[in-house]
């Protein structure tokens, strides 16, 4: 059945009100963050997590990458999270413990200063026999501090 513009309209405009007219505008906060500042923390993010792509993630040269640890407030929070990190890559096997590709997948500012960013790794298995791809998920927390935005790693 084909409909008209002028009966596609008015079918519209009675589901809008039957449903509630959809949601509702969200008043601007101070909590929400500006364009630039989400702009400044995308890049920042692409940046630290297109780092860790195509590395060994538990090798000297990734853990004395400079870029990487800007990214932490201190050297005992940088060593916690990639000792988590390159652990949860050995115990699922990934070939040379290297990430082939890191995906983020979502990232959401939880307050002021506070954003959350889930992550997807993805390798290939250490036994070539094993072709099909594996990975795991992370939450990331990243925490603003004097206008740098920092990951905040969980403890293991």
Not at 28 to 50: D, H, K, L, M
Not at 84 to 105: M, N, P, S
Not at 127 to 143: A, L, N, P, V, Y
Request: negative net charge; aromatic residues 12%; charged residues 20%.
């Amino acid at each position: 059945m084909r409909l008209g513009a002028g009966r596609a309209l008015l079918a519209l405009i009675l589901c809008a009100a039957c449903f509630g007219g959809g949601p509702a505008p969200v008043a601007a906060t101070s909590a929400q963050p500006s364009n630039e500042e989400v702009e400044a923390f995308s890049t920042r993010i692409a940046a630290f997590y297109g780092a860790l792509e195509e590395v060994p993630l538990d090798a000297l040269v990734t853990y004395e990458n400079k870029r990487l640890r800007e990214c932490f407030a201190s050297q005992g929070a940088f060593s916690d999270y990639f000792s988590a990190l390159a652990t949860e890559a050995r115990e699922l096997h990934f070939r040379d413990t290297t990430a082939r590709k890191v995906r983020i997948l979502e990232f959401n500012f939880d307050g002021p200063g506070q954003a959350g960013v889930d992550v997807a790794f993805t390798s290939v298995h250490q036994r070539e026999i094993r072709f099909w791809s594996i990975g795991f998920m992370r939450h990331d927390t990243w925490k603003q501090t004097d206008g740098v935005w920092q990951i905040v790693p969980e403890k293991l």
